[in-house]
C-alpha cells in the first residue's frame, strides 16, 4: 500500500463513519420529532373536532329551542292543528342554517319534515317517514316531560338513507308535553365543517366499526377503501370507552401513507360514537428522505473535502518522500551528483539534508579513493612493466651465464674445488632462471596474455611429475608427499604445463612452510552434486604452520608474503625459506585462465603446533574425446 493510500484511507474511513452515524442519528431525530408533531397534531384536530360537535349541539339546541318556544307551535301541536304548527315553524328554520327540521306531534305524528336542498331551499318530506321511530324520539315521548333533557344521537334518516346528527328536545305547553322538534345535520355536511376547523381528515364509525362518514372524500365511492378504514368492534368498544385519544396503525389508501388517532364522539357527557382524525404522512416521510438527502450531500461535500486534503496532506508527505526515494535510487544506481534539493524544515527536509550532506560527503570520498585507486593503477601498471623489463633484461645473461656454468660442471677435469664452485653457480641460477621465468608468468597473467594449451592428461602423472622435482628437498626435510585417489580419476583436459606449475608452487610452499618430518597430502575428487557441470577439485593440505584468517585471501596477491625477510636467501625448500612472493599469484592466474577457482583453509598460523593448512583448486571438468 502506497504512503498515499496509507494517509488518506483513516481520514477518509473516520468520515465515512462520521457520515453514516450522523446521517442516521439526525435523520432519526428529525423523524422521531416529525412524528412526534404529526401525533400532537392529531390530539389537537381530535380536540377541535370535540369542539366542533359542541357547537353544532349549541346551533342544534339554539334552533330546536327557536322552534319550540315559538309562539302557537306548541298549542298547535297539542290542538292537532298541524298546518299552524308547520307554519309558524318552517320560517324560523328558513332563517337559521338548519339541514333538517321535524316536528311531532305527542302521539308520535309527524307534523312536520323538512331537508335543504343543495340550492338553499327546503324539501318538504312527505309524512310520516318513520323518523319518529328513532330511539332519540321514543325515548323523549316515553319520559312525557316538557322539562326533559335534550336528546342527541347518530343515526341514518329514513326519508334519504344518510347518516344525520340528530338533536331532539321536547316542545312544552303549560299542560304537558306537546311534542318534539328535531334539528339534524347530515354528516356530509357536518364532516367537511369539522375537517375545516381541525384542518384533519375526520372519519366517523357506526357500533360495529364501520365507516358512517369520512372526509377522505375520494375514497368514500371507494367499497374497498371504506373497507380498509373500517375497525374492529372490539377497538370501536375501547375508543368508545377511552378518556383519551388513542393512536391507531398508519395505513396506505390510494398510495398514500396516513396516520390516525381516535376517540369517542362526545357530546355533554353523552358518548355518541368513535370517530378518527386522519393526517397524511407524507409530510413526515418527505421531510424525514429531505432531511436524509440534506445530509447525505452535506456529508459526501464534507467527505470529498476531507479526501481532498487527505491527498493535499498525503502530498506534502509524499512528494518530499518521493524525491529522496528517486535520489536514493539514482544514488545506488552510482549517480553521486544527485541531491534531493529538500529545504523544508520539518522531519523530512532535516532527513533530507542529511542525506544530502552524506552524499556529498560520500562523492568527495569516493572522488578521492578514485584518485587514489588510479595513482595506484598508475603505480602497478609501472610496476608490471619493470618486472616485465627486468625478467626480459636479466633473462638473456641468465641465459648466457647458466650456458657457460652447465658446460663449466660438465668439465671432467675441473678441479674439484672449482667443479663444486660450479655447481653451486649453477643452483643459484637456476633458481634465478625460475624467479625470472615466474616474474615473466605474472606480468603475462596481469596482461592476461597467458595462454591455456589444452590437451588430455592424467592428474596421478602430473603429480609425479612434481614429486620427481621436490624428490631430494622432500627427502632432505625428512617430509612425506602422498598422492591419494589422483590415479583413479578421468583423464581430463586442461594446459598441463600451466597445472604444473600450479602443483609446482603449492608443494613448494607445503615443503617451505612445513617442519622437517611432516606430511603433505594431495587429493583429488570430482564433484557433481549441486554444481551446474562437473568440476575436479584437488586439494594440497599439509601439516605446517598454517595462515592466518586475515592472509588467507591476500595471499594471492603478487608480492605478498608472510616470510621474514631474512631467510629469503636460504633456498626455495628450507623451512620458512620465503621467497618472491608470485607463486599463488600465479597459481591464481592460472587456475583463474581455466576457468576456476583456488582457496585457502587454515585454522590459524602457530609455529609450534603446526595447525596445517590446505590448498583448494578446483575446475570445470573437461573430459577427453570419447
Ligand atoms: P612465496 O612463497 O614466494 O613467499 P607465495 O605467493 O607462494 O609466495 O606465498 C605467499 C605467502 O603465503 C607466503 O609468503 C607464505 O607466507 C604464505 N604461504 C603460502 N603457502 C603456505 C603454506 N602451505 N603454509 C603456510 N603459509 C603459506
Given at each position: ?98 339541514e333538517s ?14 331537508i335543504r336542498?343543495a ?35 347518530i343515526?341514518q334518516h329514513?326519508?334519504d338513507g344518510r347518516y344525520y346528527y ?18 339534524a345535520t347530515s354528516l356530509d355536511t357536518l364532516l367537511p365543517y369539522l375537517k ?6 375526520v372519519?366517523f ?6 365507516v358512517l362518514a369520512t372526509t377522505l372524500v375520494?375514497?368514500l365511492s ?405
Amino acid at each position: 500500500m502506497s504512503i498515499r493510500i496509507k494517509v488518506i484511507m483513516p481520514y477518509f474511513l473516520l468520515t465515512l463513519a462520521v457520515a453514516i452515524v450522523g446521517t442516521y442519528v439526525v435523520t432519526r431525530l428529525v423523524a422521531s420529532s416529525l412524528s412526534e408533531r404529526l401525533t400532537n397534531q392529531l390530539l389537537e384536530a381530535g380536540r377541535v373536532v370535540s369542539d366542533g360537535m359542541a357547537r353544532q349541539e349549541i346551533k342544534h339546541l339554539e334552533t330546536a329551542r327557536l322552534v319550540a318556544y315559538t309562539r302557537g307551535v306548541a298549542e298547535a301541536l297539542s290542538g292537532g292543528d298541524a298546518p299552524a304548527a308547520s307554519a309558524l315553524a318552517e320560517p324560523v328554520a328558513a332563517g337559521l342554517d338548519t339541514e333538517s327540521l321535524v316536528l311531532i306531534d305527542r302521539q308520535g305524528q309527524e307534523i312536520l319534515h323538512l331537508i335543504r336542498q343543495a340550492d338553499g331551499s327546503f324539501q318538504r318530506i312527505a309524512v310520516p317517514s318513520g323518523i319518529s321511530a328513532l330511539a332519540i324520539v321514543q325515548d323523549l315521548l316515553a319520559t312525557g316531560d316538557p322539562k326533559a333533557m335534550p336528546r342527541r344521537g347518530i343515526g341514518q334518516h329514513p326519508a334519504d338513507g344518510r347518516y344525520y346528527y340528530f338533536t331532539a328536545i321536547p316542545v312544552a305547553a303549560q299542560f304537558g308535553m306537546t311534542g318534539v322538534v328535531i334539528v339534524a345535520t347530515s354528516l356530509d355536511t357536518l364532516l367537511p365543517y369539522l375537517k375545516s376547523m381541525a384542518l384533519a381528515d375526520v372519519v366517523f364509525y357506526g357500533e360495529q366499526g364501520q365507516v358512517l362518514a369520512t372526509t377522505l372524500v375520494g375514497q368514500l365511492s371507494d367499497g374497498d377503501g371504506l373497507a380498509q378504514l373500517s375497525i374492529a368492534p372490539d377497538a370501536y368498544q375501547e375508543a368508545l370507552l377511552a378518556s383519551n385519544m388513542i393512536g391507531g396503525e398508519n395505513f396506505t389508501l390510494q398510495g398514500r401513507w396516513y396516520s390516525l388517532a381516535r376517540s369517542a364522539l362526545k357530546v355533554g357527557n353523552e358518548r355518541l360514537g368513535v370517530f378518527s382524525t386522519v393526517l397524511p404522512l407524507n409530510f413526515v416521510l418527505q421531510a424525514g428522505s429531505a432531511s436524509r438527502n440534506t445530509y447525505v450531500l452535506i456529508f459526501a461535500v464534507a467527505m470529498a473535502a476531507v479526501v481532498t486534503i487527505g491527498y493535499g496532506v498525503s502530498r506534502l508527505i509524499t512528494v518530499p518522500l518521493g524525491q529522496l526515494v528517486r535520489t536514493s535510487q539514482a544514488i545506488t544506481g552510482g549517480d553521486l551528483s544527485q541531491r534531493t534539493g529538500l529545504r523544508s524544515k520539518d522531519e523530512i527536509g532535516v532527513l533530507a539534508a542529511t542525506f544530502d550532506e552524506m552524499t556529498a560527503n560520500l562523492e568527495a570520498r569516493t572522488a578521492e579513493l578514485q584518485k587514489t585507486y588510479h595513482t595506484l593503477e598508475q603505480i602497478d601498471q609501472a610496476k608490471s612493466s619493470f618486472i616485465t623489463l627486468a625478467a626480459h633484461e636479466l633473462r638473456t645473461p641468465l641465459s648466457l651465464i647458466k650456458g657457460y656454468t652447465e658446460m663449466l660442471n660438465q668439465d671432467n677435469e675441473l678441479d674439484p674445488d672449482l667443479a663444486t664452485l660450479a655447481h653451486g653457480v649453477l643452483d643459484g641460477t637456476k633458481r634465478m632462471v625460475e624467479v625470472v621465468d615466474g616474474m615473466l608468468d605474472i606480468s603475462r597473467i596481469d596482461s592476461q596474455t597467458l595462454e591455456i594449451a589444452p590437451a588430455l592428461f592424467n592428474a596421478g602423472m602430473l603429480l609425479e611429475r612434481v614429486r620427481g622435482e621436490f624428490a631430494r628437498a622432500l627427502e632432505l626435510r625428512s617430509l612425506s608427499l602422498n598422492t591419494q585417489s589422483l590415479f583413479e580419476l578421468p583423464p581430463m583436459v586442461a594446459d598441463p604445463e600451466q597445472l604444473y606449475k600450479v602443483f609446482y608452487h603449492l608443494i613448494m610452499n607445503a615443503i617451505k612452510y612445513t617442519p622437517d618430518g611432516g606430511v603433505i597430502t594431495v587429493t583429488g575428487r570430482m564433484v557433481s552434486d549441486n554444481v551446474a557441470a562437473p568440476e575436479i577439485e584437488f586439494a594440497v593440505q599439509d601439516t605446517g604452520i598454517g595462515i592466518d584468517p586475515q592472509h588467507q585471501e591476500p595471499i594471492f596477491e603478487k608480492f605478498y608474503q608472510l616470510g621474514e625477510v631474512q631467510f629469503h636467501s636460504s633456498g626455495k625448500t628450507k623451512f620458512k625459506g620465503g621467497g618472491p612472493g608470485l607463486g599463488l599469484s600465479i597459481a591464481r592466474g592460472v587456475i583463474r585462465a581455466h576457468g576456476g577457482r583456488i582457496w585457502v583453509e587454515s585454522p590459524g598460523r602457530d609455529d609450534v603446533h603446526c595447525p596445517g593448512s590446505c590448498f583448494y583448486v578446483r575446475i570445470p571438468f573437461k573430459a577427453g574425446p570419447g
